[in-house]
């Protein structure tokens, strides 16, 4: 059982910061996870921002490269994603998540990531 609980979000003009933060609980803390930032605009799909292992491998999209920055603690208790350099198009309705299935394995089968957080609102204006 993974809990997810996001917060941080909020509203920016173009060109500025925010910085999303998501607590991680659960029974097993042996148990080693991909963890991820997805996010959903209005009228579109939810997307990928970005993966991390628990080796610290990350998987960016190619939108966000280079103004996103995801991070985690070593238990894999806190996950982060810095968000720098924000534009309008960055706004969605964004979502951590988390599975045991390795990363490589999220995009190829259907159902995973099993856990997901509640979500948090990201709007950026111009």
């Known amino acids: 059982q993974v809990q997810l609980v996001e917060s941080g979000g909020g509203s920016a003009q173009a060109g500025g910061s925010l910085r999303l933060t998501c607590v991680v609980s659960r029974i097993d803390r042996s148990t080693k996870l991909c963890m991820g930032w997805f996010r959903q605009a209005p009228g579109k799909e939810r997307e990928k921002v970005v993966l991390?292992?628990?080796?610290?491998?990350?998987d960016y999209a190619d939108s966000v490269k280079g103004r996103f920055t995801v991070s985690q603690d070593s238990a894999q208790s806190t996950l982060a994603l810095q968000m720098n350099s924000l534009r309008p198009e960055d706004t969605a309705t964004y979502y951590c998540?988390?599975?045991?299935?390795?990363?490589?394995?999220?995009?190829?089968?259907?159902?995973?990531?099993?856990?997901w957080g509640q979500g948090t609102q990201v709007t950026v204006s111009s």
């Open positions: 998540a988390a599975d045991a299935y390795r990363c490589s394995l999220w995009s190829r089968v259907s159902g995973i990531p099993r856990h």
């Open positions: 991390i292992d628990s080796a610290g491998i990350t």
